[in-house]
Every structure is written in C-alpha cells, then in structure tokens.
C-alpha cells in the first residue's frame, strides 16, 4: 500500500486487477509512477493522463508500467523522463510539444515512435532509438530544433511523413533496412549538410549529400545547409518531391527536360532569381514558388497545362510572366500578392481561373489576336489584345539621320521590348530598346545599326 498522500496524487481505474493512471492531482515537481496500488500493479499510463501538468517537472516511470497512453504527457514541462524497459508500447503525442525535454531514451522493447511523439520538443537534443524499433511514424520528431544528431538503427523499416523535418540534424545516416521515407521527411532542416544512404540499401541512395530513391528517378531532398548556390538536376530525375529545395540556400537550379512531375511547395522560400520549368513538365505544384522574393524571371514550358494554388503566391518581384496556350486552368491565388507583377501575357485561349488569382496585384492581362474567352476584364483586371505590328510601308521607315528606325503600332498602353541580332542562321538576340504604345502608336529608332553589315529585329513583351 501506498502512503495516502502519495496515492491521493493519482487519479486512477483498475481492470482485470491491474492499475490505469488516469489523471495527476499532485503538487508537481518531481513525480514517481508507482510499481503498484493497492496492491494492484500500475501496467498503463493513460490517454492525456498528465495532459497540460505544467507543474510536472520530470517522471520516473514505474518498473510494471508496459503502455503510455496517447497525449500522456502532452503539453508538460517534463525536462526529463525514466522510461523503463518493460514499456513495450508508445501512443501517439505521448511528449507532444514539451518544450523543456532535453533527453529521451526509448525503451529496447518498443517497436515504434507513434505519430507527432516528439512533435515541438525543442529543447530535445539527445535520443536514444534501440535496435527494437521499426516504425518512426508521421512527424514523430518535427520542430525538434535542438536535435543536431539522431543514430537510425538497423532495425527501422519506415520512417514517417515528415518525421524530422525542421529539426536541427546536421547529418543523417540512412541504413539498410529502411525501404519506406514518406513525402518532406527531412525539410526544413537549416543545418543538414548532407544525407547519406548505406550501399546495400534496396530503395534508396545519395549523391553529393543529395537524397533520391535507388533508380535516381525521383529527387527526395536537398540538404538546406549545403553552401553553394547553383545545382543541376541530374538528367535522370523524373520526379522532384514535395518541399524537395524549399528554404535552400540556391539562387538558381536547372531543371533538366527529363522531369515531368513537380510536387508540392518544391522551391518555396528560396532565393530564386530565375526558373525556367521545361516543357516535359505538366503541372506547377501547389505552393511551389511561395514566397520565393527574389524571383523576377520565370519560364513556363509549353507542356503545362495546370498551374496550382499559390503557386506563385508572394513572389513579390516577379514583373511579368509569360502563360503558354497549353494552360488550361490556373488555381486559386496562384499569383497572389506579387506587388511588382504589371503584365500577364497569354499565348492562347482563356484558361479557367480559381478565385483571387491575381488578388493585391496591379496586373494587366495581355491576350493574342486570334485566341478566345477574353471580355474587357481577366479575373478582375484589365484585359487588353497584345498587337504590335511594325510598319514598314509608310514614311517612318528607313535610314534617318544617324539612325534606322520605324513605327510599332497597336493597342494603345502596350510596352514593347525591340530585340536586334546580326545573324539570322546563328542569332543572338539582345534587347535595343523599349516603347510604350500612346495613342496606338510609338517609334522605335537604333542609333547602332551603322556599326553592322546586316541588322535584323523582332518584337518581345517585357
């Protein structure tokens, strides 16, 4: 029997002749799980049992208990905890987002670390996992930003969606067993230099650091603390995962012509400066430039035929981008809040728009002659025909004093980039000036044209 004082801690509930810690009524600080009540053994640590006992300080749990509940200890300020090995079994959010933990070593009899176990422990920075691990399930260890290094043994099979990701890993080392990593496991990691995979492991490898499944067809994830700025996707990549380079350091990456899938928020928050998407892609993730400030040059290949929410979302000095006439429809606040954004231009037809898709933009929207499903307004905004013509049968036309010029006519307000190269079967086009049409029409001189035997021109939007 327990002394009354400390059995008056514990709410409790017996069933088949073993104990059941209910709730904690105590006055804090450091708390013993008891081996028994009443003579009865404590085997179970229930659901949310010390849920919020921000009193709670540290645990020493009981040699009987075999099972900890769901949300056990969720929202405590545990700073340590005495796990005993004769727990087998870990619920979900057991330690959910004690802030003040600092360590944790699981038992040798547990087979897996539960959903969001850890999730925002950030003051974690030591775990222990045994070799009776299998499973590391969904964000198991999320915003354990204090946890630099993590041992996975050779016993875990599955590692869980997002399971480290905005931890603070500085490296990882993959082990044979594991043959299953769920989507954005490792992002958001600031520190992670590198990812290595073992050599025998059956479904995954690395390169550089780099981690990608064991065909190299699908590029898993980019290790944010890499220094450098440039990467070349390998030519075998076909599919680039979710939140793949999001937060890297990269201000450019080439995206070979073999990729055709992009998953979700694949480079949001980079330094981007440019991107050109090839035309084997199909689709723009969901979320894939988000907030990527940087960002002024975009190209979109003409195999796209959907560009998805947010897409581009807080691209906030992206100018003007060009939408070829393969896309059908662009989702809801793809090009939101990209304050520098003044001119849309679209190769084909009206796409299909979601709500809010230029929503705190101050766009114009430019459309071809010949396409269709335009109105005087595109999702709200000015919807204007793109139709420079240059006039080469009236009087402008020619050789002037120290200049070659002519008159570019159309819709009046319409900003006309004027390209020049000196080679037609070899050109390099490089920009000579910029028009704005007023009253339907401007001129377009070149003071340079004397120094080249030939002289050959062609009109661009900005």
Request: net charge negative; glycine share 8%.
């Amino acid at each position: 029997m327990l002394p009354a004082a400390v059995q008056a801690q514990f709410t409790y509930t017996t069933n088949n002749g073993t104990i059941t810690i209910s709730g904690y009524i105590g006055p804090g600080g450091s708390v013993t799980i008891p081996n028994l009540i009443n003579g009865l053994p404590v085997t179970r640590i229930g659901d949310k049992a010390f849920y919020y006992s921000t009193n709670v300080t540290s645990i020493i749990i009981g040699a009987n208990v075999t099972s900890i509940g769901e949300d056990a200890f969720s929202s405590s300020s545990l700073t340590s905890v005495t796990i005993p090995n004769s727990v087998t079994n870990i619920g979900n959010r057991a330690f959910f987002v004690c802030y003040y933990l600092t360590s944790v070593m699981i038992p040798t009899n547990v087979t897996s670390i539960g959903d969001e176990t850890f999730f925002d422990c950030p003051n974690l920075t030591n775990v222990i996992i045994p070799n009776s691990v299998t499973d590391i399930r969904d964000n198991a260890f999320t915003a354990c930003t204090s946890l630099i290094n993590v041992t996975i043994p050779n016993s875990v099979k599955n590692i869980g969606f997002a399971a480290f990701s905005s931890s603070g890993l500085t490296s990882l080392t993959i082990p044979n067993s594991v043959i299953s990593i769920g989507d954005v496991a490792f992002s958001s990691c600031p520190r992670l230099l590198g990812i290595t995979v073992e050599t025998l492991n059956p479904a995954y490898m690395s390169v550089d650091g780099v981690l990608f499944d064991k065909s190299q067809t699908t590029l898993i994830q980019y290790p944010l603390g890499q220094s450098g700025t440039f990467y070349a996707i390998p030519s075998t990549v076909t599919n680039i995962g979710d939140s793949a380079f999001a937060d890297s350091r990269l201000t450019n990456v080439t995206i070979p012509n073999s990729v055709t899938l992009l998953g979700q928020a694949v480079f949001a928050y980079s330094p981007l400066t440019s991107v050109t998407i090839p035309n084997s892609v199909t689709d723009i993730g969901t979320g894939d430039f988000l907030w990527c400030n940087s960002l002024t040059s975009v190209t979109i290949g003409n195999g796209v035929t959907g560009i998805w929410d947010s897409a581009f979302s807080h691209c906030t000095n992206l100018k003007s981008v060009t939408i070829p006439n393969s896309v059908t429809y662009i989702a809801e606040s793809a090009f939101f809040d990209c304050q520098s954004l003044t001119a849309v231009y679209f190769q084909g037809d009206a796409p299909d728009l979601g709500s809010g898709v230029f929503d705190q933009d101050d766009v114009t929207v430019y459309y071809l002659p010949g396409t269709t499903g335009w109105g005087t307004t595109f999702g709200g905004f000015p919807a204007v025909l793109w139709n420079p013509q240059p006039q080469t049968g009236d009087a402008s036309f020619g050789v002037r004093t120290n200049r070659f010029g002519f008159n570019i006519t159309g819709t009046s307000g319409l900003v006309i980039v004027v390209e020049a190269c000196a080679n037609l079967a070899n050109p390099t086009w490089s920009p000579v000036g910029t028009n704005t049409l007023t009253a339907g029409s401007s001129y377009f001189s070149d003071a340079a044209w004397t120094n080249y035997t030939r002289r050959f021109y062609r009109l661009r939007s900005p």
